[in-house]
Every structure is written in structure tokens, then in C-alpha cells.
């Protein structure tokens, strides 16, 4: 049966467990302000799907997403942070101390740090969910170098899916832009620069209902079928980036605090800190622009010390 037992006042809550949240952890904890830290229902965030990080400095021969969670975790855990896997069913930021409740008990802190990320949105295909890291990645910063002289399709119509496009023009042989509609939703001059760039094509009309070949463990390309003549063909290609955006994970906090209009969090200019004093962001979850481990990481240390300066000065 979930208890409602109250914790007592905690000086920082850290919700999220990816590289925002463990960096802030990190340096929260070795501020003696003995973080909590609570998991999340992916532990780790989207690093844990990513099989290997070649960007991350430090790191010369690369780490495997999970790795380098693992390692983070380690050392926040080594300076004292408390990590909870209990579900989260409310957050309360309306009065203070704030109060994190969930399914067994409630949490009192008088700051909270929200690192919960940003989750890619997928096309919903039980072949692109078992070729993930195997040929189908959400991130061609991440994962575009590891596709050179390889022929790859990016799916999406608007202004991300065609910056993935000409990005990965610097490694694959061609890229083909495959959207459902018959026109492109990017801006006007995204659109120029795609079209005229001599690697890419495009396939319009379109949608995937398979990615091949799940059987070999690799792509090897992709079953499209044509919106209006529904007609099937296979389009070989060894890599495939799916651009239809991200869903940032703010659900908990909806009609609490200022969200932009694709749900962001909003933070003040150059800093963590949101409209509610003691309440900051850090990582993909108020991030929209670039997505990474390392900006992640670098926000989450911001957090962790405009918290700690916050409970100075209060």
C-alpha cells in the first residue's frame, strides 16, 4: 500500500537521471547539500539507448551511452547524492518548501532542479524499435560519423530533419529526405540549401512501414509505401535518422510553471533558473536547440550552483 510518510526538508531535489541531472547531482553533492535524485521511468535518460558517444570529451576512443551513465552515477553517488527510483505521481512548485510525492511517500525540498529531458519522437515501428543504435539513431551530431560512404534516409518534412540531412552529407555517400506530405514544411531557405546540395534527394508522399533488415540485425533499408497510390518499394540505404521532433517530458508540471509553446520550460537569460525562485531547469528538458550530453552536463552544473547560491543567500 503507498504511504503518505513526509520526508523531512531536503535542500535539493533533482528529478532526472540523465546527464543534466547527474551533473548537477555531482556538484550539488560536493557542495554538502546532499542532493535527492530521483530516477525517472528511464534511468539515464537517452544516453541509454545510444550505443556508442564519440563526442563526449575525454573519452579518446569513445564510451557507450550507458557507460558513461554508469560512470556519472558512480561519482555522484561517491560525494553523497541519494538516488530514488520511487514513482513520481505529483510535483506541488505552487508554495514552499516544494513537495515531490510519490507512490510510496512525499519529498520536501527547498529547491528542485528538473533535468526530465526531452524524448525523441519515434514512428512507432517495432522494426525501428529493434534496429535503435543498429542503423536507426534520432541524433546525426551523435551518431553521423559512424555512417560514411553509407547511403541513409532521414524522415521528417521540417527544418531539423533538413539541418540532419545536410549535416550527414559530410559522411554518407547520398541522403534522401522522405516526408508523408507532398510539401516540405521547413523554411524557405532550409529548403534551397537542401535542394540544391548535390547528395540529397528527396521522396515525398511517403511513409516507412518497415525498416529492414531486422533478422540480420542491421539496416538495409526501408519498405515505403506512397500516401496516395499506396503503392510499396524498398529504398536501400544503411542508416536511417528519424527528425519528427521531440516531446520535452514537462507533463508534471503543466499549469504550474511557464512552459514556450512547444512545452519547453523557460528559463531566465544565460541561467538555470525559472519564473519560480528555487525552481530550475537543466538539459533537454528547457533545450529545444542543441540536445547534447555535454550542453546537458554543463546546464545541470549551472543548476547545482545557482542552487546552492540560491540557499546561501535565503
Do not use: W
Not at 1 to 25: D, N, W
Not at 58 to 84: N, S
Not at 88 to 97: M, Y
Request: aromatic content about 8%.
Amino acid at each position: 500500500m503507498p504511504s503518505s510518510t513526509t520526508h523531512h526538508s531536503h535542500r535539493v531535489l533533482i528529478l532526472g537521471s540523465g546527464c543534466a541531472g547527474l551533473t548537477a547531482a555531482i556538484y550539488a553533492a560536493r557542495a554538502d547539500l546532499a542532493p535527492i535524485l530521483f530516477e525517472g521511468p528511464q534511468p539515464g535518460g537517452q544516453l541509454t539507448i545510444t550505443t556508442e558517444v564519440e563526442n563526449f570529451p575525454g573519452f579518446p576512443e569513445g564510451v557507450t551511452g550507458p557507460e558513461l551513465i554508469e560512470r556519472m552515477k558512480k561519482q555522484a553517488t561517491r560525494f553523497g547524492t541519494t538516488f530514488v527510483q520511487d514513482q513520481i505521481k505529483e510535483v506541488r512548485l505552487s508554495t514552499t518548501p516544494f513537495e515531490i510525492v510519490c507512490q510510496e511517500q512525499t519529498y520536501v525540498g527547498r529547491t528542485v532542479i528538473i533535468a526530465t529531458g526531452a524524448s525523441a519522437n519515434f514512428l512507432g515501428l517495432p522494426s525501428e524499435k529493434q534496429l535503435m543504435g543498429r542503423g536507426v539513431s534520432a541524433c546525426a551530431t551523435c551518431d553521423g560519423f559512424f555512417f560514411k560512404d553509407k547511403d541513409i534516409v532521414v524522415v521528417g518534412g521540417g527544418d531539423t530533419a533538413l539541418e540532419e540531412a545536410l549535416f550527414l552529407t559530410r559522411f554518407g555517400k547520398s541522403v534522401t529526405v522522405l516526408h508523408r506530405r507532398d510539401s516540405l514544411r521547413a523554411s524557405k531557405f532550409m529548403q534551397e540549401r537542401a535542394r540544391q546540395h548535390p547528395k540529397i534527394r528527396f521522396h515525398l508522399d511517403s511513409v516507412i512501414d518497415e525498416v529492414l533488415d531486422v533478422k540480420k540485425g542491421a539496416v538495409e533499408g526501408v519498405l515505403v509505401r506512397n500516401v496516395k497510390s499506396t503503392k510499396t518499394s524498398r529504398l536501400d540505404c544503411q542508416g536511417l535518422f528519424i527528425a519528427v521532433g521531440h516531446t520535452p517530458n514537462t507533463q508534471l508540471f503543466k499549469g504550474q510553471i511557464e512552459l514556450s509553446p512547444t512545452g519547453y520550460l523557460i528559463t531566465k537569460p544565460g541561467k538555470t533558473a525559472t519564473e519560480i525562485p528555487g525552481v530550475f531547469a537543466a538539459g533537454d528538458v528547457a533545450d529545444h536547440v542543441y540536445r547534447q550530453a555535454i550542453t546537458a552536463a554543463g546546464s545541470g552544473c549551472m543548476a547545482a550552483i545557482e542552487a546552492e547560491r540560491f540557499l546561501k543567500d535565503e
